[in-house]
Antibody, heavy 122, light 111 residues
Framework: QVQLQESGPGLVKPSQTLSLTCTVS??????????WTWIRQYPGKGLEWIGY???????HYNPSLRSRITVSVDTSENQFSLELSSVTAADTAVYYC??????????????WGQGLLVTVSS | DIQMTQSPSTLSASVGDRVTITCRAS??????LAWYQQKPGKAPKLLIY???TLQSGVPSRFSGSGSGTEFTLTISSLQPDDFATYYC?????????????FGGGTKVDIK
């Protein structure tokens, strides 16, 4: 059974960097065909794809966030991480990590973490 | 980016009803569409991928159809466990700058 679990602070101050980690069990972050992804959901319910990392280290980011994002992977710990810099109140959301399964040129998300509410406030 | 528009945004129905939710893409995405169910306080759950392929373990009362720009999710006989919010997601990432996008959601509540 594949499981993902987000961890990190629930409160971040404006202009600081949001740092989250996703721990994967039941699968390897080195598995072929799976793209380890971050998605967020705003309080009003909209879902936004943030970006992914593949085991090879290749990344793909949402163009609207590209200048502020870094996604990295730690194969020894079977984890992947998100850093989002210069946060504002608009970055307040529930952050999910998910496993993307590749079909042709894109991915659908078959396993998700439970989600972590991150609030940006002073 | 490809915009996904779901309708209706809210749907009131009764147990046993046949329910249909529509998702339209701003440009053709072939069959690269997934459907998710989300309950309050929980992560989305994958129901269908590649427009019509049922994810393992998902009840057969759920079905998906469509291609190109118009897609539907149908629940053949609504059950109490099905009252939730449903989202579509396109994953037709043909260009290097393209990425996955979600519809705005359809809340199915009790009539």
């Amino acid at each position: 059974q594949v499981q993902l679990q987000e961890s990190g602070p629930g409160l971040v101050k404006p202009s600081q960097t949001l740092s989250l980690t996703c721990t994967v069990s039941g699968d390897s972050v080195s598995s072929i065909g799976h793209y380890w992804t971050w998605i967020r959901q705003y309080p009003g319910k909209g879902l936004e794809w943030i970006g992914y990392i593949y085991y090879s280290g290749s990344t793909h980011y949402n163009p609207s966030l590209r200048s502020r994002i870094t996604v990295s992977v730690d194969t020894s710990e079977n984890q992947f991480s998100l850093e989002l810099s210069s946060v504002t109140a608009a970055d307040t959301a529930v952050y999910y990590c998910a496993r993307g399964t590749r079909q042709w040129l894109g991915e659908y998300f078959d396993y998700w973490g439970q989600g972590l509410l991150v609030t940006v406030s002073s | 980016d490809i915009q996904m528009t779901q309708s209706p945004s809210t749907l009131s129905a009764s147990v046993g009803d046949r329910v249909t939710i529509t998702c339209r893409a701003s440009q053709s995405i072939s069959v690269w569409l997934a459907w998710y169910q989300q309950k309050p306080g929980k992560a989305p759950k994958l129901l269908i991928y590649k427009a019509s392929t049922l994810q393992s373990g998902v009840p057969s009362r759920f079905s998906g159809s469509g291609s190109g720009t118009e897609f539907t999710l149908t629940i053949s006989s609504l059950q109490p466990d099905d009252f939730a919010t449903y989202y579509c997601q396109q994953y037709n990432e043909q260009r290097s700058n393209s990425y996955s996008t979600f519809g705005g959601g359809t809340k199915v509540d009790i009539k």
